[in-house]
């Protein structure tokens, strides 16, 4: 054969191999986003997240419980651990504190004892070995195999619907195990029952204390083979009869094999009635398989909200994953009719919107909820309006919600600023009057420590723990009160709040540069000071921290702080000494949450997440620039261990969606984005009316991280923030970025180089 022919041949079988390639590609597009998450990220280390299936801010959360108890498996799984105790349909994503895993449901191929006394896992009749080598996680759906009982369990989920898939061994026993009295962390059931409606239907409830004080939860459960056999048991006692009821009921159900190896079983929950569940509990028209398949269709859609280009692949499996994490929580907790509990057990309709909880605002008014203005629009009047429901209850607008309760957990109001943001960005559906109004008569009451910042202008250390973070959170939130009063014209009430927004100038001391606690005498500090000292939530002046983290919190006048300090210049060689300190932390009870530590700035926790920004205030960009690339690339990886910290419902994960995009809400109530260091070379944001948002970032490589020029659809871009409004109305942001920092561009003052 000659080499013409040779050639022609080779051509011939690229051009068929290229048109195969092209056309699987077209063929996969439609879950082409949903291939680059993985769901296992965070599942270890302290992000503790789950790995379980739910769809976008779905009310179900079915996901694997190892059964321990301890700060790490808070979402109920850790990646180091290799047992399972089942199956249950509550989970919190990446929270500091554990709850939840209610209704717990467990195949197995033998008969079990239920009436044994567990005091760990290690006695559950039921539990089982299992191995990542046999697991599988992606949006929307989970698969294991039980070691013990050789089961295949195959897990998807619909808003308000989990499916359960069981394939037993040929010829094995079939059967499942469903235990109300499990409970892990915080949880302890209080009072359950299980009632055999038919042979294909069980229903019950589990009422539990713990984090949530008062959760009430109502379940139905429809299996695909008629129940041959069944045991209950209350209280580890057998009961006779359909029905168990007591502190702590279980019931093992049997079922024949019918020639067939699968088992299915579709679950549906409610906060309100078993007829609320039965009613929220998907028809027989929904299946399995086709649940699975809309699960990831409807991931696909959420996902491709923001399209990224690179061509590094781990960049998109950190990217599409932390659009995954990003869009887990709040959980749907209305039910289908609208109806939904508050934590006064008054059971309310939600009329024209979807109520939702698990609201973890400490962490996600920072990042995750402008994040979700921007792609999830349509839901943040229906956030807004579930929060002025709760706001009904004690006319008090929520810290941190957790199924309708008011935990009280973390510092501050920041319901504030997520409705502010909402309002500022001119989002409807909620009314603002009444959004004002809740947020003024939040601020103006005297629980959490607003007494004494009504008296004395900021909390004094003495009087109350953690007293700076809480003032410079008051402060913050006041601010917040003070935009939608000047909104809404409301001009008295705008100098008020305004007024008293400035609470942090009480705290700044300008010997040490660091915000500290100080006396009610209005003079004396806290003494001895330690800027590395923490002590975890009691004897401290600082939340979670130190006062390297907690003295950089004023997003609201990031100027005024500069000049308490002094200069751009002094403001700046502190902000850098905060990243190159040593990052030792001092005292006997350090806070676990203090991690992912860059010298004493702590990427784990949420404090730490607006400060890298600060620079551009400064004006030394380029600083932002660095540290944010640094940030970027030490704090997130593609492994388990892949979050330096706590994900915190999607906070996390917000911050790298804007980083790494090359922007971020330093003040999120302020409708801006400062730019840091773009890490794609194309983001696209696809916007609701059919706009696109596209920021290109030219010559941009692992070395190429600083900006050297912008420009904004074509012209001359020189600046380091960009407004909300400039994004909707579409365009171009197109960066050059080189090796070398552009030390005049993005400069406030062209002088100040």
């Known amino acids: 054969m000659s080499m013409k022919k040779i050639t022609l041949l080779i051509l011939i079988v690229i ?12 063929k996969s597009h439609k879950y082409f986003f949903v291939n680059y998450v993985n769901p296992f990220i965070g599942t270890g280390g302290h992000g503790h997240t789950y790995p379980g299936a739910t769809v976008p801010f779905g009310m179900l959360q079915v996901s694997p419980d190892n ?9 109920g799984y850790h990646y ?5 105790s089942g199956f249950s349909h509550l989970h919190l994503s990446g929270t500091g504190i554990g709850d939840l895993a209610d209704i717990l449901f467990m195949p197995t191929n033998k008969k079990v004892d239920l009436t044994t006394k567990t ?10 070995k299992y191995s990542h080598a046999n697991e599988k996680a992606t949006p929307g759906s989970y698969h294991v195999f039980l070691e013990d009982p050789k089961i295949n369990v195959e897990l998807t989920s619909s808003q308000r619907t989990a499916f359960h898939k069981y394939t037993f061994t040929k010829n094995d026993k079939q059967s499942v195990v469903i235990d109300l009295g499990f409970a892990i ?16 239907t069980i229903s019950g409830y589990r009422f539990s204390t713990g984090w949530a004080k008062n959760q009430k939860v109502f379940f139905v459960a429809k299996f695909s083979k008629p129940i041959a056999e069944s045991v209950l048991t209350a209280d580890k006692k057998i009961v006779a009869g359909n029905i168990a009821e007591g502190e702590n009921t279980a019931t093992q159900l049997f079922f024949n094999p019918q020639n067939n190896d699968e088992v299915f079983v579709k679950v549906a929950l409610s906060s309100v009635s078993v007829a609320n569940a039965k009613d929220n509990l998907d028809d027989d028209k929904s299946d399995f398989e086709k649940t699975k398949s809309q699960a990831a269709t409807i991931w696909n859609t959420a996902l491709n909200k923001i399209e990224v280009e690179t061509p590094v692949d781990s960049l998109k499996t950190m990217f599409y994953t932390a659009m995954y994490h990003a869009q887990i929580a709040p959980v749907t907790y209305s039910d289908k009719n609208g109806q939904f509990r508050k934590e006064d057990d008054q059971i309310v309709t939600a009329t024209n919107y979807t109520a939702y909880s698990t609201l973890s605002l400490w962490d996600t008014f920072r990042a995750e909820n402008p994040l979700l203005t921007l792609i ?16 009904n209850t004690k006319k008090i607008l929520p810290v941190w919600t957790l199924y309708a309760n008011e935990t009280n957990t973390m510092t501050g109001y920041h319901s504030i600023p997520v409705i502010v943001d909402a309002y500022q960005k001119g989002i409807k559906g909620f009314d603002a009057e009444k959004a004002y109004e809740a947020m003024k008569s939040t601020m103006m009451q005297d629980e959490r420590g607003l007494n004494f910042y009504k008296k004395y202008g900021y909390i004094p250390y003495n009087l109350l723990d953690e007293s700076v973070t809480i003032t410079l959170e008051y402060a913050y939130d006041d601010w917040c009160v003070a935009q939608m009063a000047k909104g809404l014209g409301k001009e008295e009430d705008y100098k008020f709040f305004l007024n008293r927004s400035k609470a942090y100038q ?8 660091f915000m500290r606690g100080k006396s009610q005498d209005g003079k004396s500090w806290n003494e001895p000071f330690d800027p590395k000292y923490s002590n975890h939530r009691e004897h401290t002046d600082y939340t979670e921290g130190n006062a390297w983290q907690h003295s950089w919190f004023v997003p609201q006048d990031v100027d005024n702080l500069i000049l308490l300090h002094g200069s751009d210049q002094v403001f700046a060689k502190r902000l850098e000494q905060l990243f190159t300190e040593s990052s030792e932390i001092t005292g006997s009870n350090v806070s676990a949450d203090i991690s992912g530590l860059i010298g004493q700035y702590a990427h784990g926790n949420e404090p730490s997440h607006h400060i890298a920004y600060m620079f551009n205030h400064a004006n030394q960009p380029w600083r932002t620039q660095y540290w944010v690339h640094q940030i970027l690339d030490t704090q997130y990886n593609t492994t388990p261990n892949g979050l330096s910290g706590n994900e915190d419902c999607g906070q996390m994960s917000a911050w790298y969606v804007f980083s790494s995009m090359g922007l971020y809400p330093m003040n999120p109530a302020s409708g801006e984005y400062e730019i840091g260091s773009p890490i794609f070379e194309k983001s696209t944001i696809n916007l609701q009316d059919g706009k696109t948002f596209i920021i290109e970032a030219e010559n941009i490589s692992s070395t190429n991280f600083y900006i050297q020029s912008a420009t904004l659809n074509g012209v001359a871009f020189d600046q380091t923030s960009i407004t909300h409004q400039q994004l909707l109305q579409g365009g171009i942001l197109h960066f050059v970025m080189g090796s070398e920092p552009n030390k005049s561009w993005g400069l406030k003052n062209k002088s100040a180089k």
């Open 185 to 200: 962390n915080w949880d302890k059931a209080l009072k359950t029952g299980i009632t055999i409606e038919d042979q294909h």
């Open 506 to 513: 009480y705290l700044f001391d300008s010997q040490t540069g």
């Open 15 to 26: 051009l068929v191999a290229s048109c195969k390639i092209n056309t699987n590609k077209n």
């Open 119 to 128: 005091t760990s896992r290690d006695q559950l009749p039921y539990k089982s």
């Open 67 to 75: 059964g321990i108890s301890s700060w790490d498996w808070c979402s």
């Open 376 to 391: 999830a629009p349509d839901r943040v009047s229906d956030l807004v309006n579930s929060m002025l429901e709760y706001y």
């Open 80 to 84: 180091s651990d290799s047992v399972v």
